[in-house]
């Protein structure tokens, strides 16, 4: 059975840092494309960030682009998104998920999800 347990999540000041980890019970973690997602009260669930399996080809959204960084140890069978100069609006839970395939920007293109973590930054 397939978990992803994301973590690392908290409340931080406007400004601040979070790394946010996410572990996989998944064999094979290294063939899975890991995505980031995030979704804030009253708002659907956004793409954050994804990093392929192959050899780490990056995408952001652009609200993130330049203060986040998506990065995975597949070693450790760990993602992480290195969270800088966070908004207000950045305020979220934040979900990581798998792929089997090339993932991508919609979250149907994931198989497996995480549980959530809060983040919340204040202004």
């Known amino acids: 059975q397939v978990q992803l347990v994301e973590s690392g999540g908290g409340l931080v000041q406007a400004g601040g840092s979070l790394r946010l980890s996410c572990a996989a019970s998944?064999?094979?973690?290294?063939?899975?494309?890991l995505g980031w997602f995030r979704q804030a009260p009253g708002k659907e669930r956004e793409f954050v960030a994804r990093?392929?399996?192959?050899?780490?080809?990056?995408v952001y959204a652009e609200s993130v682009k330049g203060r986040f960084t998506i990065s995975r140890d597949n070693a450790k069978n760990t993602g992480y998104l290195q969270m800088n100069s966070l908004k207000p609006e950045d305020t979220a839970v934040y979900y990581c998920?798998?792929?089997?395939?090339?993932?991508?920007?919609?979250?149907?293109?994931?198989?497996?999800w995480g549980q959530g973590t809060q983040v919340t930054v204040s202004s």
């Open positions: 990093i392929f399996w192959g050899f780490g080809s990056t």
């Open positions: 998920a798998a792929a089997q395939t090339l993932g991508g920007t919609s979250a149907s293109a994931y198989d497996y």
């Open positions: 998944i064999r094979t973690f290294n063939m899975y494309a």
